[in-house]
């Protein structure tokens, strides 16, 4: 039987007050994998909670294939092969990190000189990419420090520290942008960036712990390792190399 042959049957909260986002999620990708779906909305609190008490489920949307109840969005993604397992490390926002900060750094060098590459470049890459990282990671700062005093080296011992990295690392970033006050600049990155490379260093390499990296913030799956180490040898790099227009 096709896909197209086979309907999939939806239920979901759509209220005047509130459309629930996984519910409109779970019809797309039914849609997309091909399925002819039967959109039913629960359009009542006490709707809601009697779909819920006749199927003993705790939340909706519910999504059925051939009669069988696959369940929620996150359920109907590892149906078809497309979810992430909880806990499962990613990569992808420090993919989307760095991507952007080359797109600006680029798009800054071509208003800036009219050229697309530059050393310059270069130089605004990673002081944007710092400052994007900072930002990620100000977004929670608790959250934050929880992560980051597993690890850093520093923080353990001074827990006031991991509060003031990501200013630090902000601070560094965006005077470095501006080749500005470099004389505050360099001994920032220069410092935190050193801590932090034999923070990770330790932890990953000589310890051996298997630990998720703060990098991107805290509650982040993106594993301790290569690519937090990178942020840091790149804040150090470029610091040294600012250091010639002092």
């Known amino acids: 039987m096709s896909k197209s042959a086979e309907k999939a049957v939806l239920y979901r909260m759509v209220m005047d007050d509130h ?13 997309s994998e091909g399925y002819e779906v039967e959109d039913n909305w629960l359009t009542t609190r006490e709707q809601t909670d009697a779909f819920k ?19 929620g969005y996150d359920d109907l993604k590892r149906h078809f092969g497309k979810g992430q397992n909880e806990g499962e490390t990613s990569y992808t926002p420090v993919i989307a990190v760095f991507a952007m900060a080359a797109a600006m750094a680029l798009a800054a060098t071509w208003a800036a000189f009219g050229n697309l590459v530059t050393i310059r470049t270069v130089e605004w890459f990673i002081a944007i990419s710092m400052c994007i990282l900072a930002v990620l990671k100000l977004r929670d700062i608790s959250s934050f420090s929880n992560m980051f005093l ?38 920032v990155a220069l410092v935190i960036g050193t801590v932090g490379a034999i923070s990770v260093f330790k932890a990953v390499y000589v310890d051996k712990r298997d630990l998720k990296c703060a ?18 040898v790149m804040m150090v790099a470029m610091a040294l190399w600012m250091m010639r227009m002092l």
């Open 19 to 31: 459309i629930c986002p996984f519910g409109l999620k779970s019809r797309h990708l039914l849609k």
């Open 215 to 232: 990098c991107v913030g805290g509650n982040s799956n993106v594993p301790l390792g290569f690519v937090s180490l990178t942020e840091n």
């Open 53 to 71: 008490r006749e199927y003993q489920v705790d939340t909706t949307p519910q999504t059925f294939l051939g009669g069988r109840r696959v369940g």
């Open 150 to 187: 597993g690890y850093d080296l520093v923080a353990q011992r001074y827990v006031p520290y991991a509060y003031f990295y990501p200013f630090g690392e902000a601070l560094a970033g965006v005077l470095m942008i501006a080749g500005a006050l470099l004389w505050i600049a360099i001994p």
